[in-house]
């Protein structure tokens, strides 16, 4: 194989590995909608829920059902507090749905909720645990999608040296340093905006707090630092290039959002959530 060959293959596998690292990060993340199928009666239903809410307007849980003799119930209180349960019933809406709504939190504040179908006496929960819905700020497109290009790009070509440094073994400098330069813009400038647009803090990880998210970034930014300076001494190192991609595939197995901002009822007066502001 020459040397053009294996270059373009290299470049193919590091896209695959970053397109897979990426759908599997945002299908395991907290965020994303937790969903499945039940049978109540001969209907099987099927739900999806979810658990993230721009701050500001009620979350709407919603569940497609066509048997009318089945009724449903939300019932719902805020993560780590100690609320009582509120129960809310389900209402058909102008789509022939049942629904109902969470009521708006503060960015970071979280709920827990449960959805209970009923039928001829009988309750069927739709899922084993709770489901807990964190609340966000609106983020502008114009942060939010240079961040993510950013992440992207760094991710890719971070992958990319260490399939340089282990198949083709030639000097891995033009690939870290665009690691670097796409990690720092998008991970430790855009990242913090981000975070405070979303959750009123720019930073949130070591040695602040525990969100694994900036930890994530920064640990990835310093394997990636050590290794630049190693190969700038001696382009003939693969070792730390190496080393470098293996902790960023490790870190983004983690699923992003996870420990991340969050408050803490616990601390503050007990009160009941709110009652719905808008209808669902």
Known sequence: MNDKMLNRILWLVAVVITLLLVVYQRTTGPSYPMSGTKMIGSEKVAFKFLRSYDTGKDAPVWIRV????????LIYKRYKSHDEWTETDMKTNAEGNL???????????????????FKNGKEVVLTEEPVILRYKGAVPQFI??????????????????????????????????VTLITLFLGGLIL???????????YWTGWPFGHDLTDNKTFIIFIFWLIAWFRVK???????????ATLIMIAVYIIPHSAWGSEIDYTKQK??????????P
């Open 233 to 243: 001494k001696n382009a003939q190192r693969k070792t730390w290039p190496v080393i």
């Open 144 to 177: 939010l999608v240079p961040h993510i290009f950013f992440m992207f790009i760094s991710l890719l070509f971070g992958i990319r040296a260490g399939l340089e440094a282990l198949f083709r073994r030639k000097d891995t400098k033009y690939q870290i340093g």
């Open 270 to 279: 007990t009160e009941k959530v709110q009652t719905n502001t808008t209808k």
């Open 99 to 117: 629904a109902a709504s969470i009521p708006s939190q503060p960015p970071a504040g979280k709920v827990m909720y449960i959805v209970n179908l």
């Open 191 to 201: 990242g913090p905006i981000v975070q405070k647009f979303a959750f009123g803090a």
């Open 66 to 73: 066509h048997d009318k003799a089945v009724t449903g119930k």
